[in-house]
């Protein structure tokens, strides 16, 4: 059994920023890729970010420049520092944490950019 758990959303004012965490815990044995996606409402859940257990990274287009993605493997834990936020990255924010058990998703975390 394989649990991931996010923290770090909230309200936040356009050109601010937030930093996510992901924690992964329990039966992880080799631990792959860490992804970070997002899903507005009425919208398919997407890509935002994900990063290799080596630290390879790739980026939707439209985060590149504003977040980074980073891991610490002796945590089991990915981030996730967004910055220049905009009203359009307004959405629940999901981990995936992929291991040799296959792909285990967090409960997601609310992320809302207002004035």
């Known amino acids: 059994q394989v649990q991931v758990v996010e923290s770090g959303g909230g309200l936040v004012q356009p050109g601010g920023s937030l930093r996510l965490s992901c924690a992964a815990s329990?039966?992880?044995?080799?631990?792959?890729?860490m992804t970070w996606y997002h899903q507005a409402p009425g919208k398919q859940r997407d890509l935002v970010a994900t990063?290799?257990?080596?630290?390879?990274?790739n980026y939707a287009d439209s985060v590149k420049g504003r977040f980074t993605i980073s891991r610490d493997n002796g945590k089991n834990t990915v981030y996730l520092q967004m910055s220049n936020l905009k009203p359009e990255d307004t959405a629940v924010y999901y981990c995936?944490?992929?291991?040799?058990?296959?792909?285990?998703w967090g409960q997601g975390t609310q992320v809302t950019v207002s004035s």
């Open positions: 995936k944490v992929a291991t040799v058990l296959g792909d285990h």
């Open positions: 990063i290799t257990t080596g630290g390879t990274t």
């Open positions: 329990g039966s992880i044995f080799s631990m792959y890729a």
